[in-house]
DNA sequence: GTCTATATGCTGATAGAC
DNA sequence: GTCTATCAGCATATAGAC
């Protein structure tokens, strides 16, 4: 039982990894399996399937980044402050975090079962910086929307282009662009 | 010979479809040929491998877009209005041009032959934006790397959740993103 | 240029021994 | 819980007729 908790665990990590590096098709059962120390079989004891496997690490993968930013929000003060230090944190899972993070920004294929959820997965998880930026105070014609989503696909976009030792520190990152979007907004003028 | 070229362009345009809304994996030579009206074989008159297809749509989607945005700047004056127009031009293509631009920022496999070609073309394209942004006149610490990261990001991951007749035209969106980063940066106060 | 037919290999998944 | 052995299906790609 513990046992079998910590091989799924393992499982899930680097499934995590080959769905990240290769693609989910791209990422066969025998590989998952090969770099678990196991044989193809032996995974299905754990999962079901190999989507079951894919939604899985989506469950744990965003349960994990929320709990993160959650935690990096307690105690502090300010709107501006707040959405900073959840960026900071959604940046630090995701480029440091390990490539479990990484793998929640791929693309799910069309006949994946257990898309939708996923979906909702994701979306429930976004709702976070939705809170936060409608706590903000913004000149009237500012579009909330615009601002989340934009300041999401930045922060998303990372993963393509941020290698660890070369581009600024995650925290350093958040600090960035949410001072290039925050000057000219937060004050009717 | 014309009847090839014809082919052969109807091919890069199915294969697009195919690849973005399947992923490249799944979007098997099957599909591809099946949504084409030939036969699996047929396409390896024209193309010699999966892969060299997808090298060719990338070079294909890239070029068009390169071109629609420097016609866009065509007398445009102004540096942030520049800015603004690429942005349009942008946008226009990935999300209103078909799907044959948003193929182009899916994942492209390890595996690939020719991925190495690829990333060069995408960068050559970005450099577009980059020029733009040396041309700002931005206060001194702001960050111009940092800048177009954080506006491409914004930008190509709009194709992850715009929907037509529903998210905003493609302008509007262009308009919005440089407006929330414009105000605060432009004049050192 | 497009076809039929096929080679070869890898895929996710299952059965059943241990 | 993990194994060996295997299935049926689909993958890319090629050979050669028309």
Redesign the pocket.
Known sequence: ?????N?RQQLLEVAATCFYREGY???????I?EQA??????????F????A?LVAVHEEALHRIQEAVNAALMDVKGEWNRLEAACAAHLEMLLTGGTFFKAVMRHVPSAVEGRELIFKLRDDYERIFADLIADLELSPETDRGTLRLMLLGAMNWTFTWWRPHEGPAPAVLAFRFVTNLRSCLDLPA
């Open positions: 039982m513990t046992n079998s908790n091989r098709d791209a990422a066969s059962m025998r590989l399996a120390g196991m044989r193809t079989a032996s995974i299905y004891y754990h079901e399937s190999k989507d496997l």
